[in-house]
Structures are given as structure tokens and as C-alpha cells.
């Protein structure tokens, strides 16, 4: 039987269980300041054209070998620049798989003859949706250890369209991963607060789900697990740790939900920055 827990921002179902799972802002160095530029944002009306998409140059297509085939669409939002490179790619609707991260690939290496106002290039916001055939293939490391990895079986199909509320202004962000710091120290983050806005999860209860494990069942085991992780700008969780653990199967059943979560990232002053939250996962038996 499946139970509602009782939760501060969302809601996790579990098997057998009520499960709740809460995200709090946790403390990180803030980013520096430094003068941030924003820029004029159009969408696709009279006088401004769409961007137009250039070949797409993506990685070997497999279409043999497969020990399972995956697929699904993944929609994103993002901004096209005045030199036709893709910005501010943000999750509009997340599976919570590997997909999503092939997805923010295939949408991070587009490129476009960028659109214009008045023949002039400017800024367009746009929605894309990517839909994807692919597969997961078997390979050996260089220890001999088997890996597995999902692979392009066709090329991928993208769907532009308009944005229901394309923002007037916008920063254009950085480099996904522009939360390493190069040099190995601390990471780059911002922190909520001080005009920044705390991401929000997109993907709730009915598609992410932490189960309860048969041993902690038999053992009416209940109590909370608690992660720190990294909210990068483009809304995936990233260098996920565990703070506190609880144990009989349910830290892993706890970290694989955790894993599928998926955000609207962290904002400031129209920028989207990366963020360090705390998460609560939390086992109840009934």
C-alpha cells in the first residue's frame, strides 16, 4: 500500500512506505561579485526571425549491440546568442533519466545561424524538445571492469517553438560546469539568499520514488537520510554526498532517487547559478 508522507516542498512516494523528501538551502561560499551583463531577449513575432539550426554534428550512431533499448523526449528552454550558440538551457519537462543528460547534450552542442531583428542578430528565447532513440552499450575500461553507457541509435529529432513567458532580460550563463574550480579548491558556488532565488525541483512524487527495502520492511526500520549536492545551471544534481546515513539498503534506495532529480536552477538577477542544497530523504513504515 502507498502512503502520502507528510513534506515541506515535495513529495516521494515509496513502496510500502510513506516517503518524504525535503530540500533545504545548505551554507557555501558565496560567488564573487562581478559585473554581470544583461541582454535584450526577443521571441519569434514580426521582424524577428527563429534561429535557424545548422547540421548537427553528433557522435557514431549505434544501431547493433544493444543490451537495451531506451528512448523518450526531454524538453528543454534555452537561449540562442547573437553568434548562434545555445545559452541558458534550462529543463522544461525532465524524464529523471540518463536521457536527460544525453538530452542537455545533444541541445549543448546545437549551433545556429543565429535570429534577427531587422536583419540585426539578437538574442531569441525558444523551447526545444529533443526526442531520442538510444541504446546501452557494453565496454571494458582500461582495468578490464565492464561499463555501460547510452548511446545515439538514430539522430536525434528537435521540435523548436516559443516560450509561454520568454523573459524581457537575461545574463547569459557560463559554462555548465563553471561550479569547478579549475585549480582543485573549493567549489565556485552561490548561496540562497542575498537576491538568490533557491532552485525548484521539477520532476515531484508521481516520477521520482525512493523505496523501501525489503530488509528495512522486515525490520519496520524508519529514520531520514540526508545528502549534500550541487544544483548546476542547467537544473542537474551534481556531486551528490551523503551526510547521514541510515542503512539497511535504503542509503543506495535513497541515492538513486536522489540521482533523478531534476531542477529549475538556482536565479540571480536572471541568471541562473549553480547552488549547494541540503536533501532529506525520509522512510516511514506503516
Known amino acids: 500500500m502507498r502512503r502520502y508522507g507528510s513534506i515541506a516542498l515535495f513529495v516521494a512516494l515509496a513502496s510500502g512506505c510513506a516517503c518524504a523528501q525535503k530540500v533545504r538551502p545548505s551554507s557555501a561560499p558565496?560567488?564573487?561579485?562581478?559585473?554581470?551583463?544583461?541582454?535584450?531577449?526577443?521571441?519569434?513575432?514580426?521582424?524577428i526571425t527563429a534561429p535557424e539550426l545548422l547540421h548537427l554534428n553528433i557522435s557514431p550512431i549505434y544501431t547493433d549491440k544493444c543490451k537495451k533499448k531506451f528512448d523518450?523526449?526531454?524538453?528543454?528552454?534555452?537561449?540562442?546568442?547573437?553568434?548562434g550558440q545555445p545559452r541558458n538551457i534550462m529543463f522544461l519537462k525532465p524524464l529523471g533519466t540518463d536521457l536527460d543528460?544525453?538530452?542537455?547534450?545533444?541541445?549543448?552542442a546545437d549551433r545556429f545561424k543565429p535570429g534577427t531583428l531587422d536583419g540585426k542578430p539578437v538574442v531569441v528565447a525558444g523551447s526545444v524538445e529533443v526526442k531520442i532513440q538510444s541504446c546501452v552499450v557494453e565496454s571494458k575500461d582500461s582495468a578490464g571492469n565492464t561499463a555501460f553507457s547510452l548511446r545515439l541509435r538514430s539522430v536525434p529529432v528537435q521540435i523548436f517553438g516559443t516560450l509561454a513567458q520568454p523573459p524581457e532580460q537575461a545574463v547569459l550563463s557560463p559554462d555548465v560546469e563553471s561550479w569547478k574550480d579549475p585549480e582543485g579548491g573549493a567549489p565556485l558556488l552561490s548561496h540562497v539568499g542575498a537576491g538568490v532565488i533557491a532552485p525548484v525541483v521539477l520532476n515531484k512524487a508521481d516520477k521520482v520514488e525512493a523505496r523501501f527495502s525489503e530488509e528495512a520492511r522486515k525490520k519496520n526500520i524508519s529514520g531520514k537520510c540526508l545528502f549534500s549536492l550541487i544544483v548546476d545551471v542547467q537544473g542537474m544534481p551534481q556531486d551528490i554526498r551523503e551526510i547521514k546515513k541510515?542503512?539497511?539498503?535504503?542509503?543506495?534506495?535513497?541515492?538513486?532517487?536522489v540521482n533523478?532529480?531534476?531542477?529549475?536552477?538556482?536565479m540571480k538577477d536572471g541568471e541562473p547559478v549553480p547552488v549547494k542544497i541540503a536533501v532529506e530523504v525520509g522512510f516511514k513504515s506503516w
Open 260 to 266: 533523478q532529480y531534476r531542477f529549475r536552477p538556482a
Open 72 to 83: 523518450g523526449n526531454v524538453k528543454h528552454s534555452m537561449l540562442v546568442d547573437t553568434t
Open 30 to 47: 558565496a560567488k564573487p561579485d562581478a559585473p554581470a551583463e544583461r541582454v535584450m531577449v526577443y521571441t519569434v513575432g514580426p521582424g
Open 246 to 257: 541510515l542503512g539497511y539498503g535504503l542509503d543506495e534506495n535513497a541515492l538513486a532517487a
Open 101 to 108: 543528460k544525453l538530452a542537455l547534450k545533444v541541445a549543448g
